[in-house]
Each structure stands twice: as structure tokens, then as C-alpha cells.
């Protein structure tokens, strides 16, 4: 097994669970990472072209879950002093866990085994077809080296993704992706509008409203949000029982027409609940009375309900979201058209906001085109194309898989061919792919048990 090389793209939460596990069944695995750091996107990074998570961010699940999937516990077996109550907080803070992920790397000896600051430019078959020629550049300039197989966990937040803006030109003011987004400071004394109402559109939001002189948050439609904790205090990821998160898949696979209306209508009444349980006592209101009001404001003066269905979209956190709205410090408009002149951005409903800068908090795409042999799409009257062809498709090289249109609807989403979400299947031997696995749960523990199925099905093809 030790003769078998293989190269590991990126050290983020998956590259480090495949690094480990392909290490524990004896493969001669390697790490190749253009960062400095372990840890992926929840290493702060200054530079503005890698996906970095912020100096104040807190993770969404708690670490009761994020860091000991039932059956994935070897993260939990490695620190378990580390997750003591005492320690840290229930919910990590980005620093908590870069700390965390660099405590996993140390106890299980992986620092020896990656190369940092390099930058893994693309993966070819060699001609005689026995090898990856692995395409990196680093320090000392290009290279190219062989690897017998080769993990992709270069991350599926790398791409920024933004909505066609056919008059950006006219706009004067400073517009940028959240993916270069790290400090409120830049935007002090300005106006600026926020786009879009995910974990990060909230969270910088929240950040500039202590700095900016106005924020709007735009978006077209509202999301599912809960809040960290239940009435009785209790992180609400860590009430749910693991059988009963497996009935509950179970049931989505097979009656989804079933379960996911019923889930986005408890989620929906779970959002108003916990937004009356944060807005104050007004003297003479009934308990019915302020739960209506308060649904009301969520319908029609934050338009954040009807939501778009869990099926498709995230949900996200709402604890400080909700308060800043009641506040005025960041104020819902709808979604983002294109923009007028210097100073001023149409949005759907035809109104017209002044601002001074622009942040698009509109997501992201993941780069196959690092393996350009990679079959994609060839469902639904889309054509079988190689990941190259849709790179090359794309207007520019820093485009995402899929992109925002004004009207709300996607161009058809570029899908790889994936068994398992993991393996292209006529390379299944060689290539696999971890951090794509769409997870329904934790992706840290679910990409730590795709890696041991990717080590354990490569070691039993080589015995
Ligand atoms: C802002 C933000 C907040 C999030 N918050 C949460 C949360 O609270 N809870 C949660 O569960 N999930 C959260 N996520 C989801 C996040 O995707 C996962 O937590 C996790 O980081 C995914 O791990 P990964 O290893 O697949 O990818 P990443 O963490 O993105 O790591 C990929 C690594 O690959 C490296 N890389 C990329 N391309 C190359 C290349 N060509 N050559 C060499 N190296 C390369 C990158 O430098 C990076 O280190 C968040 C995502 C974002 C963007």
C-alpha cells in the first residue's frame, strides 16, 4: 500500500479527514495546499481571492455535533479534553475552530505530510494512461508531479458566484463579492446594500451597521432561519436524536412530497415562535395578538416569509438577524435588479436605493475545471460536457457552476457525474471527491465518513 502515491487537494476539514484516514490504511498519501495554514476556509486568510470565514464568525451547529458525528468519532477521540464545556463555548468561534483543526492535524501527526503554498493548478491523465500528472505551482515556480490517485477537496466555496449586472459600468461606488469581504472598517460613514440573506449577508450586515451609515439587506425572498438555542437554553442541533434524524432522511428519500411541506410549515411556525420570544412586552397584548403581530412584520415588512423550501436552500441563523431588522440598523429591501447610475441600484420591486458600496453575499460555484476530464452534466436535456468544456463556456476563468439570474431563476446548475457524490465513475479507482458531497447534516463529520469509505474501498480494491 505504501507504494501507492496519492495527492490530497486542500487541507480544509475534508482534506484533513482524507489525509488521515488514506494515511491510516498505509496509502503514501500527500496533502497539497496553496494556504500556509490547515484548516481550510475557517483559517483566516487576508487574501481577498480565497473564501475565508471572519474574524467574528460562530458556527451555525453546535460543537456537540460539528466536531462528534456518532459514528465519526475519531475528531472526538482525538481532543475530547478540547470540547469540555468549559473550554468552549457551546457554538465555535472561527478562531475556536482553526484551533481545533490544527489540534486534529497535530494529534493524528499530518503536518509532516502537506505542502503548504502550493497551489494545485490542474489534474491530467498521462498519456500512457497509468498515472495523474498533479499540475501545481508553488514558491519555487511550476511543477508537475505523477500520483497513482488523487483526493479533490479543494473546497466548494471557491468560486465566487454574482448575478448579471449589465450596468455595473455606471455605478461609481465600490463593489465587491463577500469573498473579499473581512472588516466592516473600509465601509465606515458609508451606505451600503448588503445582497442577499444567507449566514454571511446576515452576519456582515451585522457587522457594518456598527460602522456604516445605512445598510439595506436586499433580497428577493426569505429563508428558513432558526436560533441557536430552545426556549430551554439548549443548542437546538443537539436535541435531535441521531435515530430520529434518520427516520427523518429516510422519509424525505422516499415521500419527500410528504415531509418537506411539513417541515418547511414547522420550520416557518418554529421562525415566528422564536422571533416572538426576542420582541419586547407591550403592555395589554394577548399572546396570540403579538404572535400575529409579529408575523405580519416578518410577512410584509421584512418580507423574510413565505420562505423558500429547506429542500433547497440552507437555513440559516437568525438570533441577532431579527433584532438588528426591529432596530432599523439594517433595513430589508427586495432583491437587486442592476444598477442605475453612480450612486444608485434598482432593485425588483422597481424602487431605487443611493448607496456608496455594494457587497454580494450571492454564494458560490466549486471549480471542477481543476480536473478537466471530469464528465459533467448529461442530465436533463443538458449535454454531457467535460468540466473543461464548461469552464471554457464561461465567460472568463473565475466563474461559478452556476449563476443568479435577475429574474430569480438559475441557468441550469453544471452538475458532475459522481457515484456517491464521490466517485466519477470511470475513474473510480483513482479520483475521488469529498468536498462535494451535498451533506444534509454536518459536513465535517459526513466528508470524515466519505473518507474512510474512500480509504477503506481503495485499500480492498489493492489487496
Ligand atoms: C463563510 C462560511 C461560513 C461557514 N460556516 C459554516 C458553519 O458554521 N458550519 C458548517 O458546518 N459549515 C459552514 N460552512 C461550510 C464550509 O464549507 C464547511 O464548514 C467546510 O469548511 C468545508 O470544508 P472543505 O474542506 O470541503 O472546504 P474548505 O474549508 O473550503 O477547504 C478547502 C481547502 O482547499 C484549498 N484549496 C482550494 N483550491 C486549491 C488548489 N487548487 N490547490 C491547493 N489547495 C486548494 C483551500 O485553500 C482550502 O484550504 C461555511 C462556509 C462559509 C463560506
Redesign the pocket.
Known sequence: MENITIAV????????TALKCLREEGFNAIG????DSI?????LSSQAE?????DG?????SKFI?CSNRLASAIIRCRKDTFTKERYADFLTSAEAAEYFESYASHFGLHQHVRFG????KVLRNQQDTAWNVH?IDAKGDSIEPFDKVVF??????VPALPPMPNRDKFEGKVIHSQAYRSPSPFTGKRVLVVGNG??ANEISLALSEHATKVFQAYRRGRAAYSRRGPDGLPFDAQSSWPGLRLKHFLDHHVPFLTRPLADRAVQAQMVRDAVRSEPVRRGESEAERRRHVEQRMRIDWHLLPCASMAHVHPVVQDEFLPALRRGDVIPVRGFKDFVDKTRVLLTDDAVVEVDAVIFCTG?GT?FG?MPELEMNGVCGVPLQSAEEVKRKKSGARVADYEITSDGLSDPPHIPRLFQMIFPPRRASSIAF??WMATQE???SV?ELASMAVAQIWAAETA
Open positions: 487537494v486542500g487541507l480544509g476539514p475534508a482534506g484533513l497539497l495546499e496553496r494556504r484548516g481550510g476556509l475557517w483559517s480565497f473564501t475565508s470565514v471572519l464568525t460562530v458556527t451555525n451547529l460539528v502550493t497551489t494545485v493548478r501545481t477537496c479543494h473546497g466548494c466555496e471557491t449566514a454571511t458560490y471549480d481543476i469529498i468536498s454536518v459536513s465535517w466528508s
